[in-house]
């Protein structure tokens, strides 16, 4: 038997490796029929299409979004008390639904009857998961739609799924050997959990050779330690309940492509204006779901997106990495600046033990200081230059850096200190 090959192959090469024009093209069509269908069964859309003095028909194309406000996750669960469930943005009643979530928030989300209304597929097959794997899927089966969602997605591509759900790490590891499951679905930190307890139990190497893990952080080392010492081919996406799978890696794992399904925004947390490519803004995400139709929803996750091209041939910008919280940003002179990068830039510049970004205020100029302790041995001058670089390339801004004796700045200080006044 020939070893399947992961690696290469799409899932919808026609989609995914569309000309950026024919991309523009293909979302500008299902928007104006998303939109029209939204603003026809779906009250809460109307209102907001009605507010911002918008007709359906105005919306034809992304760069028409703009003019529809942002709407923020942290609205939602107050949005739909006022108008349950769903907060009128749900194009169906309730007994035309599959399944109805209930995330943390309260926030509720509807199932409608479309299959692939949460565009999983593409990712999980980039990921490397083919016909044919039996995956244990470890997320939760109750209350949140992520375990369905992607049950869902591996069940279109033709995978067959164990619904193990969370815990029961000893039922885990038997019913991995006894179906020889090749896939894994869930958090990084419990297949390793998994994993490790194979070794403990003496059970020997367990089948799987693939994952598409979520709903934590996935670090370097520990993707490392999954891909070169127990042979699994691991990757993630970036989603929410709300909005689905929206992006995902591909074997390159250098960021994560945009689904074709959905319209990514990076946009100013403040004004909702889109930003250009490269700084770092909120994720705001329009989906083309059918029954739950997110228009403009602002995830208030900060990420950064690339347009430069994929060697893996898909032509989606990638999104970066998650860059933290929008609501823990701080504006400087235009610019977001937020608690990661000035970790960031530490890292970068090397020799800093302890470091906090300053912003204060000059006449009517931002300023940005980087205090910053020294690591025993690191030079003073050699590490001054090194920060003032790594804060120009990481934050995009003028910065200058104050070297302070160790112990100066204290264990608990934010790492972005605001000394501005307004007065
Ligand atoms: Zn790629």
């Not at 139990?201 to 330690?225: H, W």
Request: net charge neutral.
């Amino acid at each position: 038997m020939t070893p399947i090959d992961r690696r290469r192959g799409y899932w919808d090469r026609e989609k995914e490796t569309m000309a950026p024009r024919a991309r523009e093209r293909y979302q500008a069509r299902w928007l104006a029929s998303l939109v029209r269908h939204a603003r026809e069964r779906a009250p809460g859309v109307r209102r907001r299409l009605e507010h911002a003095g918008l007709a359906a028909r105005d919306i034809r194309g992304v760069a028409d979004l703009t003019r529809l406000p942002v709407i923020k996750k942290s609205e939602m669960p107050e949005l739909q008390r006022i108008d349950p469930p769903f907060g009128g943005f749900c194009t169906l009643p309730v007994e035309k639904l599959r399944r109805v979530f209930v995330s943390p928030g309260p926030i509720l989300e509807p199932m409608g009857p479309e299959a692939s209304a949460w565009h999983g597929e593409a990712a999980l097959f980039a990921g490397g998961f083919r016909p044919g794997d039996v995956v244990l899927n470890t997320f939760a089966y109750h209350l949140v739609p992520a375990a369905h969602e992607l049950d869902e997605a591996l069940h279109l591509i033709g995978c067959t799924v164990v619904p193990t759900g969370v815990g029961n790490t000893d039922t885990q590891v038997t019913t991995a050997r006894s179906v020889r499951a090749t896939g894994y679905v869930g958090t990084p930190s419990f297949l390793m959990t998994i994993l490790k307890r194979a070794a403990e139990l003496g059970v020997g190497r367990l089948p799987f050779e693939v994952a598409q893990v979520g709903a934590e952080a996935l670090p370097e080392s520990l993707r490392r330690q999954l891909e070169e010492e127990h042979g699994i081919l691991t990757r993630q996406g970036f989603g929410t309940a709300d909005i689905g799978m929206v992006a995902y890696e591909c074997p390159e794992k250098s960021g994560m492509h945009l689904v074709d399904d959905a319209i990514v925004q990076v946009c100013d947390p403040l004004s909702g204006a889109p930003l250009p490519d490269g700084q770092v803004g909120e994720l705001v995400a329009t989906v083309n779901n059918p029954t739950y139709p997110m228009l403009r929803f602002g995830t208030g996750d900060l990420t950064v997106v690339t347009d430069e091209p994929c060697p893996c041939g898909r032509t989606a910008a990638r999104m970066l990495g998650w860059r933290g919280r929008a609501d823990e940003v701080t504006k400087v002179r235009g610019m977001f600046i937020h608690p990661r990068q000035v970790d960031e830039v530490a890292a970068r510049a090397g020799g800093v033990a302890r470091c906090q970004a300053v912003v204060g205020r000059e006449g009517h100029q931002d300023t940005l200081v980087l205090r910053a302790e020294l690591r025993p041995g690191a030079e003073a001058p050699a590490v001054r230059a090194a920060v003032e670089t790594a804060i120009r390339d990481v934050m995009k801004l003028r910065g200058s850096v104050e070297i302070v004796p160790a112990g100066t700045i204290p264990e608990t200080a934010k790492k972005i200190a605001d000394e501005r006044t307004w007065e």
